[in-house]
């Protein structure tokens, strides 16, 4: 039997993952799959709400996004890491339950909210970049936690409205047709932001701010080196503040035990900025060393990541139908037994 709680996590492949990623959920990922049953959705048909337009930006970054999370030491045999399209239930589910959510209430949903406005900034006030398939992904989003019977819902503060209109959508479905199904709970973890390399508050922003896990060795030490630093730093000896330097920033992320030594010397001017760099470099190569191989290893290996989705993604499936079949049972909708 088992008694472990159900934990729904995942990404949508719209790129390849970085050490934000890494230190702001796949770390803690990694530990939750001894705990819990832990499903991890490659949410592909969601990244196409944004991107329906460069379908092959998606196809490709699914097997990149899946070697990341095993490369971080997602295990297969802990995590059942599954590709969305391949559960048809879930849009199925999706269409019932879109019954139940206004478009008003989608409109107020504070997520969705501010992804609009952005739109809006970035498109004009017209709006029209916002679909009907836009506006509904939490709807869909509920399909994919509750298809699963998902107890627990790993989430940044930012999310929480996501989870809360999941929880309404149950607790109406419940109530009109029957306890079906299962009322998730957000799971609010410290999780962390990480800055851009160049000051920006997000990483993955623009380009060349972000350190991919895919990136080798030396990706790492040219964009550690285009860092920004203390622009009133001149001369090697000059002092200066670590505190506004994204290498200081950094240090205290991936070189803790010398962050000490390194803001000391940099306040008072016995560090160059050159060699700062470097030993953040190395830190950083270090640290990652063993995700970097093991990512080298399956993207050497691809018919073995493939297998891993295959073999996930059937087991998902098989829960779905499940859950599907009471849906339509409860609904009245189980016409010949199907
Ligand atoms: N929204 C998540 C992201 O932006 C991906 C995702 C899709 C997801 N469906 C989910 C996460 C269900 C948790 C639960 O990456
Ligand atoms: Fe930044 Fe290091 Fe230069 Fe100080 S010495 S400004 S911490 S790069």
Redesign the pocket.
Known sequence: MNIKKRI?????PTGKLHIGHYLGSLQNRVKLQDEYDQYI?I?DV?ALTDNYNNPEKVRKNVFEVTMDNLACGINPNKSNIFI?SMIPEIAELTVFYSNLVTVARLERNPTVKTEIQQKKELFGEDGGSVTYGFLG?PV??TA??TVFN?NL???GED?LP?IEQAREIVRKFNGMYGEILVEPEAMVGKISRVKGLDGNNKMGKSLNNAIYLADDEDQIRAKVRSAITDSSKIKKNDPANPEICMVGYYHEIFNKENKEKVFYECRNGLRGCVDCKNELSKAIIENLKEIREKRKYYEENPKIVEEILMEGTKKARQVAKDTMYKVKESMRINYFNS
């Not at 729904?8 to 949508?12: A, I, K, N």
Request: net charge negative.
């Open positions: 729904l996590t995942g990404d949508r959705i949410a969601q969305q992904y869909s989003q994919d936690i998902a819902v790993p989430v999310q996501m």
